[in-house]
Structures are given as structure tokens and as C-alpha cells.
């Protein structure tokens, strides 16, 4: 029941495409937003990314940043020129289908990030997709961030918005929206974790059940496999964030490292919870295949114990139906009276014994 109760209030809470920051935008074919921030707070007014830049180096306070969604190599094209990106990263940022992970390329960093949503569903089956997986690379360097979605999930609006409620947090700078991203990435990590945990006990009573399915097997399997979805987003991260959080080489703001730090914690609880899970489907998945093993051998010795009844009166009846002239016990009168009753006594005397000893 509080299973049930979990799951409703996730469905009914759950982030989805945020609708009122479209993938599309009059500003360009793959520019969702560009905005200029300074002293932590939205200039009014959306602009074109070269406009927008040289308000910020005018001012020589503030930066711009810059939302894209899946673009191409052409409509990048004009935007890593414009911001001097290097072409190693400018290729990874288009192609996507990287792995996590954080580059420094002179003053710039570029970070990959594995987005991840839980997949809602009634009742998991063989097929069910549990974990649906995007990406999202981030471009911070010292007057802008350029991130560039792939997937049709996890929209920056909600979390654009939350920054613009705080202004001090914007006014650090990009560094600080690229934590608020990372921050942002590792708190869906932790959702997903718990909504794929409520499959694993449902799972997992399922299969200990007095009268558990043989089918069960493909559920679990299909769970693991989910289940290794999101440990590819999660485990190559590891590293990328203790970087950030330690090495002063990437982020000389000691400050902002710590901040980095807090999200590598969150992530460690992460990395903790997905390793447990698939050791306890390994644990699920071998009990299930004992059970399969233990309830194959009881339906074998019920059929050995069937087999083994059938054969008395196949054995009467082969040696009475042999027709030679000079049998025995022909000419009884109560002859074949005689032999089935005996047959009936010894079948349920076998039968009896093999109650007994829990065959039947």
C-alpha cells in the first residue's frame, strides 16, 4: 500500500518536458535561450548570441548564457567560432553519445553529464523500459555557459528559473550554473534511484511468493538491464566531480570546489545504492532460478510416483494378456475379480507410501 502511495504521488510530481521553455525558439533552430546575467540577475529581453556577448564584454561584468537542444554541426558551427571552442569538444558537444566526463580545454571547461528519467509504468513486464537516458554538455567559460541538450528530457527551465530566484548564487559566475547543472543531474540520479528501488521490492516479493510465476525470470533480467542504463550515467561521473571538487588546476575558487564536493557526496550515495541494487537482483535472479530448479524436481517425482503406480497393473495385465493355452488360474470363477482387486490394493498401497514421503 505505501508503495502504491509512492508511486502515485511520483507520478503526480514528476518533471517532465517543460513545456513553456520550448525545444525550438525564433532565435535560432536549436537556441532555446540566451540571456544575459549581471550581478546575478536577467537583463530583460532575449537576444542573438554575438549581440549578446558583446553587451557582456562591453560591460566587461556578467555572462551570457546559452540553452541549445540537439543542434547540428552547421548551426554550431557559427557559435564555437564565436566563443573560440576548441574542435574536440565542439565534435563530442554535437555527435553526444559521450561519457560523463569534464575537459579543460585553456579557459574553458566542457562537461558531459548522463541525464536520466524513471519511466513510469503499471506493471513491469520482459519489455518495460524502466530508465530512459539523454545528454547534457555544459560549456563554462569566464563571460559565458553554452549547454546543449540531447534527449526530450531534462529541461534547464526549471532549474534557469531557480537561479534567477537567487540572485547571489548567479552572480558567481558560470562556475556556479555549472554546479547548479551538476547539482541538478546527481538530485535526478537520486529520484531515479528510488523509484527503480520500488521495482526491486515489488520484485522481489514477487518472486518469494508461495505462489511465484516461472516468467519471472525476463522481469528480473529486463530490471538489470534498466538497471545498467543508469549505471553507465552514474559510475563514469565519479571521477569528473572529484576533479572539480580537488583539483585546483580546473577550478582555482576554492569556494566553488566545495560546492563540488557536496554534489560528489550525493553522487558516492548513488554509486552506493546502484552497486546494491544489482547485487540483490543477482540474489533475486538466483533465488528465482533455485526455486524454478526445486519445483522442476518435485514434478519430476510426482511423475516418477505416477509412473512408478501405472506400472503395476501394466505389469498384471501385460502378464495375463500373453493368451498361451496352458495359463494358470483360467478357469478361476473370480479370477479377474480377484486380479483387480489386488491390483487396486497394491496401487494404493504405493500410493499410500508415496504420500507419505511427500512424493504426491
Not at 152 to 161: A, T
Not at 332 to 349: E, R
Request: charged content about 25%; hydrophobic content about 45%; some cysteine.
Amino acid at each position: 500500500m505505501i508503495r502504491k502511495l509512492r508511486r502515485v504521488v511520483r507520478r503526480a510530481y514528476h518533471r517532465t518536458v517543460d513545456l513553456s521553455h520550448p525545444a525550438r525558439s525564433p532565435l535560432g533552430s536549436s537556441v532555446v535561450k540566451c540571456v544575459v546575467y549581471q550581478d546575478g540577475k536577467r537583463q530583460t529581453g532575449d537576444c542573438p548570441a554575438d549581440e549578446a556577448v558583446r553587451r557582456v564584454r562591453k560591460s566587461r561584468s556578467g555572462f551570457v548564457w546559452i540553452g541549445l537542444h540537439e543542434p547540428s554541426q552547421q548551426e554550431f558551427a557559427s557559435l564555437a567560432e564565436l566563443f573560440g571552442l576548441h574542435p574536440l569538444a565542439v565534435e563530442d558537444a554535437v555527435l553526444a553519445h559521450q561519457r560523463p566526463k569534464v575537459e579543460s580545454y585553456d579557459n574553458v571547461l566542457f562537461a558531459v553529464f548522463k541525464t536520466v528519467r524513471y519511466v513510469e509504468h503499471a506493471e513491469l513486464t520482459a519489455t518495460s523500459e524502466v530508465v530512459d537516458t539523454g545528454e547534457l554538455m555544459v560549456f563554462a567559460g569566464p563571460d559565458f555557459v553554452i549547454t546543449i541538450r540531447h534527449g526530450m528530457h531534462g529541461s534547464l527551465g526549471p532549474l534557469r528559473e531557480a537561479l534567477e530566484a537567487s540572485p547571489d548564487q548567479l552572480a558567481k559566475g558560470p562556475l556556479a550554473v555549472l554546479h547548479s547543472i551538476a547539482d541538478h543531474v546527481v538530485d535526478d540520479y537520486l529520484g531515479v534511484a528510488a523509484a527503480v528501488q520500488d521495482d526491486i521490492d515489488v520484485m522481489e516479493t514477487a518472486v518469494f511468493a508461495e505462489h511465484a510465476g516461472r516468467g519471472d525470470a525476463g522481469r528480473i533480467y529486463q530490471l538489470k538491464r534498466e538497471l545498467l542504463e543508469l549505471k553507465r550515467a552514474v559510475t563514469p561521473l565519479d571521477r569528473p566531480l572529484q576533479a572539480l571538487a580537488t583539483d585546483p588546476g580546473l577550478l582555482a575558487d576554492r569556494e566553488i570546489r566545495r560546492y563540488f564536493r557536496d554534489v560528489a557526496d550525493h553522487l558516492d550515495r548513488v554509486t552506493e545504492q546502484v552497486a546494491s541494487f544489482d547485487a540483490l537482483l543477482d540474489s533475486i535472479l538466483q533465488a528465482h532460478l533455485a526455486q524454478v530448479t526445486v519445483a522442476q524436481n518435485e514434478d519430476m517425482r510426482k511423475i516418477t510416483a505416477w509412473a512408478a503406480i501405472v506400472a503395476v497393473p501394466t505389469m498384471v495385465c501385460g502378464v495375463y494378456g500373453m493368451n498361451f493355452e496352458h495359463m494358470p488360474e483360467l478357469k478361476w470363477t473370480y479370477g479377474y475379480a480377484y486380479v483387480l482387486s489386488v491390483i487396486a490394493v497394491a496401487c494404493f498401497v504405493i500410493h499410500r507410501a508415496f504420500r507419505r514421503n511427500g512424493w504426491l
